[in-house]
């Protein structure tokens, strides 16, 4: 037996343990990136804001548009086609942007000004302008829920409440000029107030403590401010421009 040969010895295998596994390399593009929790999507924010509001709209639509239909009928003798038509001239033209705003503005507006306390200094001119899209959006659709709520509700407060009969009356009174002149003005009254609380808001950035103050201090602000809106506008602006003739 030759004896300069060795025996072979295989070399012992490297048991490696499966947790032992490699880091994944991430890479900026991969990395994914979430929404912050403090600053939801537009859409989110407007479902989530309408779910607020929309149920106190529908309320003090329907007590406006039963109280002053039964106001004009009982106390004051009127006809029913004079009550009809006066409770929808009124509500649209005159009650709808500044009760759709203060709604708004005391269920949206504590929201509002946390957030604008929260984002950052670089984004804010960015934060402001979405602010007031999704504001004026989300006015605008509680518009018709106020509308529809006061029409309905004048009819069923009306001693025939009879819709097929009393509906066209109502919505014969109402003009495009009106109807654009009570959406501009809501979707003005709704910019007007998230400027404002945007301001507001990023006031207490650097003081967290201050956030009921400056909550207390939005509402007050913004309704202050779509009064002022409506009356300087009936003051100072013609007829015509306003809805009528």
């Known amino acids: 037996m030759d004896q300069g040969l ?3 010895h295989e070399p012992a295998e490297r048991h490696s343990n499966p947790s032992d596994k490699p880091e994944p390399i991430r890479t900026p593009d991969s990395t994914p ?11 989110r924010q407007i479902r989530r804001d309408l779910s607020r509001a929309a149920p106190l709209t529908l309320v003090l639509g329907a007590a406006i548009g039963a109280g002053l239909t039964r106001s004009l009928i009982e106390p004051l003798r009127q006809g029913i086609t004079f009550a009809l038509e006066t409770t929808t001239l009124g509500a649209v033209e005159i009650f709808a942007p500044v009760v759709v705003n ?3 503005i005391s269920c949206c507006i504590p929201e509002q000004v946390a957030l604008a306390g929260q984002s ?10 979405l602010r007031v899209i999704s504001a004026m959006a989300e006015a605008l659709l509680l518009l ?7 029409l309905l509700a004048s009819v069923l407060a009306s001693p025939r409440p009879d819709l097929g009969e009393q509906l066209p009356l109502l919505l014969g009174a109402l003009t495009p000029a009106g109807v654009a002149s009570a959406v501009g003005r809501t979707a003005l009254f709704a910019a007007t107030s998230a400027c404002l609380c945007h301001l507001i808001g990023r006031s207490g950035r650097h003081h967290p403590a201050d956030l009921p103050i400056l909550i207390s201090t939005a509402i007050v602000n913004c309704s ?5 809106l409506e009356v300087v506008g009936r003051a100072m602006l013609s007829p015509s421009f306003i809805g009528r003739p």
Not at 37 to 42: D, E, F, W, Y
Not at 224 to 228: D, E, F, K, N, S
Request: hydrophobic share 50%.
């Open 102 to 104: 203060l709604i708004w």
């Open 6 to 8: 060795q025996p072979h």
């Open 33 to 43: 990136t979430l929404p912050p929790v403090s600053n939801p999507p537009m859409l």
């Open 224 to 228: 202050l401010a779509v009064i002022l």
């Open 120 to 129: 950052a200094p670089a984004t804010g001119t960015h934060r402001l302008g």
């Open 144 to 150: 018709p829920y106020f509308v529809v709520s006061v």
